[in-house]
């Protein structure tokens, strides 16, 4: 049990979490927190309030106001934590969804689509999800000796787009592209020891999909069904079971492992349908 507590721990490390105050980047933080890290919180919502829950907990965590389309601010929270800490070990970027305007329906045709929607929908999964707070923090984590492990959040509609969200699946295709250009990069032009990778979560309900999976009355949509039709596993995923996949590439057991995108799904990237 040594070794494996060992090569799993995250004794010490200094994780950030953007969007950490919604549904999965709140469990994450939880996770990477009972690991052994010192947790901030970055989110425009609920910040202080889950980093409270996570002291509850015996987690060493804080808060902090972040948007993460404001570089300036990032800085700015980025410097505070290299001030008290001296260092920044881990940061998985949670900040990403989908809202209703970008989304097809019987009301809006994809011809109809404002641009204005789906700019923010591609905004906020790419630039903000992932390039800005990789640059921000990146440009810290290149400097650590023990190296770093940056997580972004992809999607299965970057293995296979679902119908009606088109910004959101151009957009989480995008992240994983880039996710690994970022990995490369880094290994090759400055810490061999810093790692990039992303996580695909399959279906879990969140704040921003829950209108498209069940209706008003709690059952599923047509839509919800066909999901659960199509992930072998028969459900959804639990919010929780993205924990232990995420301490697994922020620690050292996952040290040679940079590049690449990982399913967690129920099978259902693996499913054709027959």
Request: net charge neutral; hydrophobic share 40%.
């Amino acid at each position: 049990m040594d070794f494996i507590n060992k090569i799993f721990s995250l004794k010490d490390k200094v994780a950030v979490i953007t969007g950490g105050g919604g549904v999965l980047g709140s469990e994450i933080a939880k996770g990477l927190g009972l690991a052994g890290a010192k947790v901030i919180i970055g989110d425009i919502k609920n910040y202080i309030e889950t980093a409270e829950n996570l002291k509850k907990s015996g987690i060493e965590s804080e808060g902090e106001y972040l948007d993460v389309f404001n570089k300036s601010l990032i800085e700015e929270v980025a410097k505070k934590i290299i001030d008290k800490y001296k260092k920044i070990d881990i940061v998985i970027n949670a900040a990403g969804g989908n809202i209703k305007e970008a989304t097809t329906s019987s009301e809006l045709s994809f011809f109809d689509l404002p641009l204005s929607a789906l700019e923010k929908v591609i905004a906020l999964n790419l630039f903000g999800g992932a390039i800005l707070p990789c640059q921000v923090f990146g440009k810290y984590m290149v400097k650590n000796e023990n190296g770093g492990s940056i997580i972004n959040i992809s999607s299965m509609n970057a293995f296979r787009p679902l119908t009606r969200i088109p910004g959101y699946s151009a957009a989480k295709a995008a992240v994983s592209n880039f996710t690994q250009w970022l990995a490369v990069h880094f290994a090759m032009e400055y810490n061999k020891k810093l790692r990039v990778n992303a996580i695909a979560p399959g279906f879990f309900l969140t704040e921003q999909n829950r209108y498209l999976l069940i209706d008003e009355r709690g059952n599923l949509t047509e839509r919800g069904r066909s999901i659960i039709e199509h992930t072998p596993m028969k459900r959804f995923g639990n919010p929780e079971e993205l924990v232990g996949i995420c301490i697994f590439l922020c620690s050292d057991a996952s040290s040679f492992i940079t590049g690449v995108v990982i399913p967690i799904d129920g099978g259902f990237n693996a499913y054709s349908g027959v």
